[in-house]
T-cell receptor, first 113, second 115 residues
């Protein structure tokens, strides 16, 4: 069965410093992977997705993620954090043969001035 | 593109009443819509999947008679919480997916408070 593990429940960075949000997945096949962001009391916004094309995926707002099959990882990065990046981030994998998204437990990103 | 709306954005109701939440895909046809529930500071829990014109498929542990889902058109799905109780208070989020794609686009959510 597919699963997703977000290794950090909270990440705090200073504005202007790099962001790294870690995600590991478990899957017996090449999965589709997504990162979504959720701002307080809002729905989820798609940041980026990986669907077996280029392993380095660029998303919106300067975020990118690299699919590493050997490490079963799909970490989210951004070179320079902005205050507006403070939010909850979810790593998501699709369940093979179904329509379902399997969500990680989320990582709350705090950005300090 | 790929905008999904929900209405209302928040609702307060008395225990025992029913509440209907609408989910609309504004600029694409959503052959499949999903309803999620999110408790404070937790991840999303899939409640049910609905395909246009078909009965919804509910996840294990979700009462289909309590959470009625209708997907009558390619742009609208509704979730009705029947005989709501305080424990139904939560943040309900829908998502929509077009034909031939796997990306789900999420609505802004509806916060339900049952008194």
């Amino acid at each position: 069965a597919q699963s997703v593990t977000q290794l950090d429940s909270h990440v705090s960075v200073s504005e202007g410093t790099p962001v790294l949000l870690r995600c590991n997945y478990s899957s017996s096949y090449s999965p589709s992977l997504f990162w979504y962001v959720q701002h307080p009391n809002k729905g989820l916004q798609l940041l980026l997705k990986y669907t077996s094309a280029a392993t380095l995926v660029k998303g919106i707002n300067g975020f990118e993620a690299e699919f590493k099959k050997s490490e079963t990882s799909f970490h989210l990065t951004k070179p320079s954090a902005h205050m507006s990046d403070a939010a909850e981030y979810f790593c998501v994998v699709t369940e093979r043969g179904t329509d379902k998204l399997i969500f990680g437990t989320g990582t709350r990103l705090q950005v300090f001035p | 593109g790929a905008v999904v709306s929900q209405h209302p954005s928040w609702v307060i109701c008395k225990s025992g009443t029913s509440v209907k939440i609408e989910c609309r895909s504004l600029d694409f046809q959503a052959t499949t819509m999903f309803w999620y529930r999110q408790f404070p500071k937790q991840s999303l829990m899939l409640m049910a999947t609905s395909n246009e014109g078909s009965k919804a498929t509910y996840e294990q542990g979700v009462e289909k008679d309590k959470f009625l889902i209708n997907h009558a058109s390619l742009t609208l799905s509704t979730l009705t919480v029947t005989s709501a109780h305080p424990e139904d208070s939560s943040f309900y989020i829908c998502s929509a997916r077009g034909q031939g794609t796997e990306t789900q686009y999420f609505g802004p959510g509806t916060r339900l408070l049952v008194l």
